[in-house]
């Protein structure tokens, strides 16, 4: 394996390179990395194009990092549970070469090749959509997920709202017999801006999907409006690294 034909030689926290990986793992099994000299991308959506998600991290988020500008494609799930052989705190090493088209993973005592995916064969993530969502707050990840998991009691979907007038975000669901609604007011949240009410409903399937994905430490930003789609974003890697949720309400039935 000579040098110059290494896609990527890095080395990466284990917990960091699971932050990457988990929230695409959510909705696909095998994904696309783009690559390049500054920064590490994946976007993928998933089959029903419910929910597309946007992951970057920064070379600076890596213990050492050299990219060549290139697409690779990998299967999340074997991915996946190779690093899970290395501890907290330890050290993974990857090495991307486009002669062998292997990944070349080494973690702890454990060194595996992974054959790589033609990129042509795994879908594209579309672009993120430019949409106006005035309805936005800054709160806790646990605070989400404590909503979604109340709403999964009584219903197999969740609307999301924002009260103008309470400056109120909540989570909540409508069942046959019973109702819940989690809501968080301005002092339990980061920031909260409302210039009107707003509500839309979404899958809870894909909602607890996310929730997989949100460390309860974790603020997460959520903007939406009324009718239209969910997003939610967070950082990981100290800030090197983002996270875009796009989540399409439920259709209405007229």
């Not at 000299?37 to 089959?47: C, F, G, K, S, T």
């Not at 669901?173 to 009410?197: F, K, L, Q, S």
């Not at 994905?213 to 603020?219: C, D, G, L, T, V």
């Amino acid at each position: 394996m000579s040098e110059d034909s290494q896609l990527l030689n890095a080395k990466i926290d284990v917990g960091t390179l699971q932050d990457v990986l988990t929230p695409i793992s959510v909705l696909v099994d095998e994904c696309k990395i783009n690559l390049d000299q500054n920064e590490l991308e994946i976007r993928a959506v998933d089959p029903a194009n419910v929910c597309m998600v946007d992951v970057t991290i920064q070379s600076s988020g890596f213990e050492e990092y050299s990219a060549q500008r290139s697409v690779i494609g990998v299967d999340l799930d074997r991915f996946q549970d190779i690093i899970k052989m290395g501890g907290s705190g330890s050290e993974v090493h990857l090495v991307a070469d486009k002669d062998t088209q292997t990944l070349q993973i080494e973690v702890e005592n454990v060194s595996y090749t992974l054959a790589l995916i033609d990129p042509d064969s795994i879908r594209d993530g579309p672009d993120i959509p430019n949409i106006d969502l005035d309805a936005q707050v800054e709160i806790e990840g646990s605070h989400i997920s404590q909503g979604i998991k109340a709403a999964g009691m009584v219903s197999d979907h969740v609307e999301l709202s924002f009260e103008s007038d309470s400056e109120e975000f909540a989570v909540g669901a409508e069942g046959d017999t019973d109702d819940v609604e989690v809501a968080h007011g301005e002092d339990r949240v980061e920031d909260i801006t409302v210039p009107d009410d707003a509500g839309s409903i979404y899958s809870l399937e894909y909602l607890e999907k996310v929730s997989k994905a949100i460390s309860s430490s974790e603020n997460i930003e959520l903007s939406m409006d009324s009718e239209k789609p969910v997003r939610m974003e967070f950082d990981f890697a100290d800030g090197n690294g983002r996270v875009i949720y796009m989540l399409a309400p439920r259709i209405q039935n007229s």
